[in-house]
C-alpha cells in the first residue's frame, strides 16, 4: 500500500512564502499538489513527473509556486511564494503510477495524502 506524508502547511501573511513536502513510500513516476478551499471544490494546483520530466501548473499558481522531486527521498516538493488569500485550502499530495496519459493536473491520480493546511490571512 502507498503513503504518502505531508508536511509543511500552516499560516503566513499575505506576501509570505511556505514550502509543503510530501514523501512516498516508494518512487511513484507522476506526483502532484492539489487544494481545496472550504466549501469549493477540488482544484489541481501543481504536477511533477520524474520519469517524463514535467511539470504542469494551475494558472492560478503560474509564477508563484514551483514544484520539485527528489527522486532519492522519493518526495516531492511545492515552494509557495507571494501567497495570497485566495490560496488559502487544505493541500493534498496526490500519486499515480501510471503516467501513459501524461502527469498533468487535469489527469485522474490514485493515491492521497491526509492533506496539510495552510491559510493566509493579514
Known amino acids: 500500500q502507498v503513503q504518502l506524508v505531508e508536511s509543511g502547511g500552516g499560516s503566513v501573511q499575505p506576501g509570505g512564502s511556505l514550502t509543503l513536502s510530501c514523501t512516498a513510500s516508494t518512487y511513484i513516476p507522476c506526483m502532484g499538489w492539489f487544494r481545496q478551499a472550504p466549501g469549493q471544490g477540488r482544484e489541481g494546483v501543481a504536477t511533477f513527473s520524474p520519469a517524463l520530466r514535467s511539470e504542469d501548473y494551475a494558472d492560478s499558481v503560474k509564477g508563484r509556486f514551483t514544484i520539485s522531486h527528489n527522486t532519492a527521498k522519493n518526495t516531492v516538493y511545492l515552494q509557495m511564494n507571494n501567497l495570497k488569500p485566495e490560496d488559502t485550502a487544505m493541500y493534498y499530495c496526490?500519486?499515480?503510477?501510471?503516467?501513459?496519459?501524461?502527469?498533468?493536473?487535469?489527469?485522474?491520480?490514485?493515491?492521497w495524502g491526509q492533506g496539510t493546511e495552510v491559510t493566509v490571512s493579514s
Open positions: 496526490a500519486a499515480v503510477f501510471n503516467y501513459s496519459a501524461g502527469c498533468r493536473t487535469g489527469r485522474s491520480f490514485v493515491y
